[in-house]
């Protein structure tokens, strides 16, 4: 369950890397009030939080792998 939350918000925050690179729009931020604000700055947190844990992906065996995606159904 943690492994796909993380991913989800990895994906979430890749995009708004994306958008940021081309066209110069945090969508975090327009949709939060900005990115000084509370909300926006917990997303980027939360973002950063997955980024590390999505790190130990890296060095699970892949039978650890397999075993934690067929409980996770």
Do not use: H, K, P
Not at 15 to 33: C, S, T
Not at 41 to 56: E, F, H, M, Q
Not at 58 to 72: I, K, P
Request: charged share 15%; glycine share 8%; net charge negative.
């Amino acid at each position: 369950m943690w492994d796909r939350l993380a991913l989800i918000l990895l994906i979430i925050g890749g995009i708004n890397w994306g958008l940021v690179g081309i066209f110069e729009l945090d969508m975090v931020a327009w949709l939060f009030g900005g990115s000084a604000s509370l909300i926006s700055r917990t997303v980027y947190i939360l973002v950063a939080i997955s980024a590390v844990w999505c790190i130990s992906l890296l060095f699970r065996r892949d039978e650890e792998l397999a075993l934690n995606s067929s409980t996770d159904r």
